[in-house]
């Protein structure tokens, strides 16, 4: 695991150590270069495979194709053994080595062998190209940017930012970012950056510049015909494979543990091949307990005999890391948690340097409340249109959302304020951060005028309601979970907040061909009825126990929407300020207003949009205003609005 970057098209050696330089949280272990005129490749290593000689660069027996690498290749020592067979010969043990050997005999088609979790650069100085890929799911980013006949390129946004002369905001980005929560395709919040998507492969060549291709995309139109009881039998033997390559390291492997199903199984099936696992959860004291899970990752760390670890924090808000953690993912990102699995990621690094997460199994296995949604749909729109109309809805219109930790009254209203719309309409309203009228005001007259699509739910109603009409509403949703959702949300979430402490997170259960095999599943085999995972729990029974693998979903949670109604309550009234809104350009101060009365008031739950709203303007002000290059040493009192 480690951090890559480089450029094409110029020679400026103190750059590319500058852009080395602003990741060494990603690889503290060492640094590696190749310079060449009009070429530079660069990275940041965190040793977890063949710790003494596999550092990076490395090149082919001719030197003249050198590739940097961030991430794994679980199918390393099977490929290594073809290509010893075919000739080539190595002089490491690394899995990196393995993809020069694989270029030379396959050229661009590398990359349909490599089984892992990968950003790619590759170098081939005889044809003077550049290759660029990142793996097939999206577990690893990477990003370029184009400047006349110059590439930049690296793993987080940040290397590119030493290069560049300008910062201009993506509008449609804000707009985006309001309507998902996230940022999908090939968009990020700078005009001058990119982002390559999952499964995608750029090209760039000296005379002809760059090439987009996507070598990889999963069909999620098909379905399997396979009978339930195979289906079983066969994710139990892919989930088992997955779990078993992503346990290959020269150093040790723990795993996060919540108590939830998707962790708790990975850590039942590692025990079946390491006789001792670390297991780690994070949890609150005091006024703050109503969130945790500690107990449930208790339960099953005694059954399965881990060695368990409990990181108990305080009630307090941890506010002081916001600068930290924006620094970290280089633009917004809308997820409250960040704090928490910021600070659970730096109490693992202490003990180890690689852990497995259960980051895909919501996604796969139709694990989320929007997915029963459409389940209870069908049931609901049997009831008498009097009784929805009259009865129910104005009962949950009526009901307070709570911020003290049960989310019921938030979706039981978010539910039948779309139960009446067709069911492409409806799900989009539910997956949507904020209803498009709220986040219609909330955008600013100037940041909509320079936007392609201001509602920014372009993205989502692809997906939604442009698919081919072949596809059921759960198929659709699923397309959009795997190609939005858990690359640009989950996964980004989960790859910042462990670099950011240099520790190597693995997600098994975004195995590609765990995904091929699990996507192609009958719906209701993943969803029977409201019963949620339903075939992952059918494995699930046979390593744990009954209560945990049929406990109702709690979710990973912070309690930060009764913090802004207590002790960040003066913290909001300045930072988000009408004229401190207005000044940055982004956002309606007077519509932020209301979403705060509304949030303080107690007639919505506005928790996770007001996280965003910060997130958003904690970024502009760092990173647009003050053009930080090195957030080290930004502190949450440099920002504007700050009193």
């Not at 003494?52 to 679980?74: C, H, L, M, R």
């Not at 290759?131 to 690296?154: C, H, M, S, T, W």
């Not at 309507?179 to 700078?190: L, P």
């Not at 100037?446 to 989502?460: M, N, S």
């Amino acid at each position: 695991m480690c951090g890559i970057t480089g450029y094409v098209g110029l020679s400026d050696e103190n750059l590319l150590r500058a852009m080395c330089s602003s990741m060494i949280h990603r690889g503290p272990d060492d640094a590696g270069y190749y310079v060449a005129p009009g070429v530079g490749l660069a990275m940041r290593r965190l040793a977890i495979i063949d710790i003494k000689s596999g550092q990076q660069p490395i090149a082919n027996e001719t030197q003249d194709v050198w590739v940097v690498f961030n991430g794994e290749i679980y199918n390393f020592e099977e490929l290594r053994a073809q290509l010893l067979k075919r000739g080539h010969s190595f002089k490491t043990h690394s899995d990196t080595e393995t993809i020069v050997h694989l270029y030379e005999d396959y050229g661009l088609d590398f990359v349909r062998h490599l089984r892992g979790m990968f950003g790619i650069a590759l170098w081939d100085a005889k044809q003077r190209q550049l290759v660029l890929v990142r793996d097939r799911i999206g577990e690893k980013p990477l990003y370029y940017a184009q400047q006349e006949n110059r590439l930049f390129f690296g793993s987080e946004m940040k290397t590119i930012l030493q290069a560049l002369p300008t910062r201009t905001v993506e509008a449609q980005s804000v707009c985006d970012f309001l309507a998902a929560g996230y940022v999908a395709g090939s968009k990020t919040f700078y005009k001058e950056i990119s982002r390559l998507q999952p499964g995608e492969m750029l090209v760039w060549r000296e005379r002809s510049g760059c090439e987009l291709k996507r070598y990889w995309r999963n069909d999620f139109s098909t379905t399997s015909n396979i009978a339930y009881r195979d289906a079983v039998v066969g994710l139990e033997r892919e989930l088992d494979e997955a779990i078993r390559l992503c346990l290959k390291s020269d150093v040790e492997v723990g795993a996060f543990l919540s108590g939830g199903i998707d962790s708790s199984l990975i850590c039942a099936l590692m025990k079946k091949h390491e006789a001792q696992v670390q297991t780690f959860s994070v949890g609150y004291r005091g006024n703050a307990a109503g969130f945790n899970e500690l107990s449930h990752a208790q339960r099953v760390a005694d059954h399965l005999g881990t060695q368990h670890h409990e990181l108990i924090l305080e009630a307090q808000s941890s506010m002081d890391l916001l600068p930290r953690i924006i620094w970290h993912y280089d633009e917004p990102h809308g997820e409250p948690t960040s704090v928490l699995v910021y600070l659970l990621c730096e109490f693992v690094r202490k003990r180890l340097k690689v852990a497995l997460g259960g980051t895909g199994g919501d996604e796969l296995f139709y694990g989320y409340p929007k997915h029963q949604g459409l389940r209870y749909l069908e049931y609901y729109r049997r009831l008498p249109k009097f009784v929805r109309t009259h009865l129910i809805e104005r009962i949950a219109m009526k009901w307070p959302e709570s911020t003290t930790g049960s989310r019921f009254a938030k979706r039981v209203k978010r539910f039948v304020a779309g139960a009446e719309l067709p069911p492409e309409q409806a799900y989009l309203s539910w997956v949507s951060l904020l209803n498009s009228d709220v986040r219609a005001s909330l955008v600013s007259e100037a940041c909509r005028k320079l936007a392609d699509d201001p509602a920014g739910d372009l993205f989502l109603r692809r997906y939604l309601m442009d698919a081919p009409a072949s596809m059921n509403m759960l198929q659709r949703a699923t397309s959009l979970d795997v190609e939005g959702y858990l690359p640009e949300y989950q996964l980004t979430y989960m790859d910042r907040m462990s670099m950011a402490n240099s520790l190597e997170v693995r997600s098994p259960l975004c195995d590609y061909k765990l995904v091929e095999f699990a996507t192609k599943l009958p719906g209701n085999y993943r969803l029977k009825g409201t019963r949620t995972k339903h075939i992952l729990k059918d494995v699930a029974k046979k390593y744990l126990p009954q209560q945990i693998v049929e406990r109702k979903k709690v979710g990973f949670d912070s309690p930060i929407g009764q913090w802004f109604k207590g002790e960040l309550k003066g913290f909001i009234a300045t930072f988000l300020a009408p004229e401190q809104i207005n000044r940055s350009g982004l956002l309606d101060g007077a519509a932020v207003q209301r979403v705060i009365a509304d949030h303080m008031g107690g007639a919505r739950d506005y928790s996770l949009q007001l996280w965003s709203i910060i997130a958003l303007e904690v970024w502009y002000r760092m990173y647009i205003e003050d053009r930080v290059t090195d957030g080290n040493s930004y502190r949450l009192s440099d920002l504007r609005g700050i009193s």
